[in-house]
């Protein structure tokens, strides 16, 4: 697990951006997720090979260090469950500010696990 700057309260330090270490976090902080994760690394597997490029694959290990830097932050996580709550909201204004504020969660995550 790498130290990288503190962003507040974590439950866990940032992993490394590496297939073993992403899981072994992931079985920290969302075990539920584990059979999602290996599904979606076999699939990316498969994609690597078919192309015969990588790019699969590191589409798989960004997309997971987003969701467990998510995750391993209370203060995104609580931020990304709040907006996904609002995403079908009925007034149009709270819909769109839910999407806006989605999309700037995952950025800063993003962000984050590419420091």
Known sequence: MSTQANHGHELIPR???TPDALR???ALIAPGRLDEMQAMKDEAFAKAVEWQSLSPVQSWVLSWA????I???PDLAVRY???ENNLEHEDPAVAREAL???SAVLDEAMKAVRE
């Open 24 to 26: 072994a976090a992931l």
């Open 81 to 83: 469950t709040q907006a």
């Open 66 to 69: 987003r969701d467990i830097e």
């Open 100 to 102: 806006r504020e989605l």
């Open 71 to 73: 995750a391993r932050r």
């Open 15 to 17: 992993p490394e951006l």
